[in-house]
């Protein structure tokens, strides 16, 4: 059993073995690659986002009083942190040249001692409590205190740490930023650098999750329907919507992200994305999420003020998806379904056409279908890693069963949807040859009897767009589908 860290407060400080040094590591931004201020932020922007309108009251009383209000009613998932390997490594490795390796943060005490308590490499643990704010020349003052001038090494990664560094003997940096290195080498104390992440321009492609932007092509429906995609100009708008899309679709899978960290550390290929492995901090990481939301309306004025309006819902809907409704079993599917379908709507108003009943009910029908193609592939994934519910959802591996009927059964209705349409009036005054596009009915059969053959396979990817954009068979089928939709316009039919 491992023994548990003592707590060092100001009314018990314990000297330890004067004999060597003592190593003292930092905990937000060195021995994890995160912030559990801004953690516990996200946390109750989460569960109870009308709290932090109490922010401006709780800075009248302090950082400390900022800090206690954020962790209060607050658990957070130690097990699930972004450790820093290049921090465990050191500590590993150095473990023997010191007499004892103790934790150092501003982070309220109770937190510290779970993290020192789960990582079990801790003989002592230091941090704020109720009554002081443990950072800066507090935290200076505290190790001076308690280990004596020069008695510790110092791992820690921000501006504020160059007061604990300069009472030091090594001064050990971690994550730390070019202009705190530049300041550290003016204080008269021996200095080792760890490295530290900095995100690349792939890194932030990942975190915006570009590949994504593929679904907006979903605005260019109205403009093929309409036969109007020879008109430049209303080409030219379906590029405009497609960048303000994409810009504000970005955006909201960055909080997304953001308000999933836990439940994606706990994913087994989620945990990789950069902010659930703290690749970016979570500050810049809201930063970026509020700049690319207002680049895309900023983009949308250009259009007509329906298109504005439909982005705008599309905005607040994910955002209440992110925040809450992705929690509502069924109700998610459906939403999503709606998401798709915003796109599809949003399309049509930046060129201003109306569009048919047909196609709206044909798009909720398919869209509901690879929304539960989504859930379906989760849960069989959470099946074989031995699991039996979706953490942050109201599924279980139970639920697979009756998801599929459902569907595939939306799946097929979407098809005979399509079937319904062909056979209306309206497509009278569309195409030359109609009878033509009854061959669209056979190849949309085909692709969803094959999707859900694959899903039930379990070879789908947890994101059925993404399949389909790798699947040759769907660009196949896509491509059929194009030649028909020509051979319908030729007269002769």
Known sequence: MRKAPIALTHRSKQLLDSGQRTLCIDLDGTLINTDLVWECFLKVLK??????????????????????????????????LPYNRAVLDFIEENRSNYSAVVLVTGTIESLALSVAAHLGIFRSVIASDSRRNLTGSAK???????????????????????????????AITVNASRTTRDNLRQLPVEHLDLGGRSASVLTWLRAVRLHQWAKNALLFVPLVTAHRILDIHAMTMELVAFLAFGLCASGTYVLNDLLDLESD??????????????????????????????????????????????L??????????????????????????????VRVIAGAFAIGVVLSFWLLAFSMFVFLCLAIVKRVSELQDLQARNEVAIKGREYSVADAAILQVMGVSSGYISVLVLALYINSREIMELYASPRRLWLMVPLMLLWVTRLWVVTARGHMHEDPIVWAIKDPETWATGAAAAVVLLLATLAGG
Not at 49 to 71: A, D, F, N, T
Not at 142 to 167: I, K, P, Q, S
């Open 265 to 310: 550390r706990h994913h087994a290929t989620k945990r990789t994305r950069p902010f659930a492995a703290g690749e970016i901090p979570i500050p810049t990481a809201l930063t970026a999420c509020v700049m690319l939301l207002a680049s895309g309306f900023s983009v949308a004025v250009a259009l007509p003020k329906h298109f504005v309006a439909a």
């Open 47 to 80: 569960q109870a986002p009308w709290r932090l309108m109490l922010i401006p009251i709780w800075l009248l009383g302090g950082k400390q009083r900022l800090k206690s209000e954020l962790y209060r009613n607050v658990h957070i998932d130690v097990s699930a």
């Open 312 to 341: 705008a819902i599309y905005v607040v809907a994910t955002i209440a998806y992110s925040l809450k409704l992705k929690r509502v079993a069924s109700l998610d599917v459906v939403v999503l379904a709606g998401l798709y379908t």
């Open 140 to 170: 200076a003052e505290e190790l001076t205190t308690v280990f004596a001038e020069g008695g510790y090494d110092y791992v820690a990664n921000e501006r504020a740490d160059l007061a604990a560094w300069a009472h030091a003997a090594r």
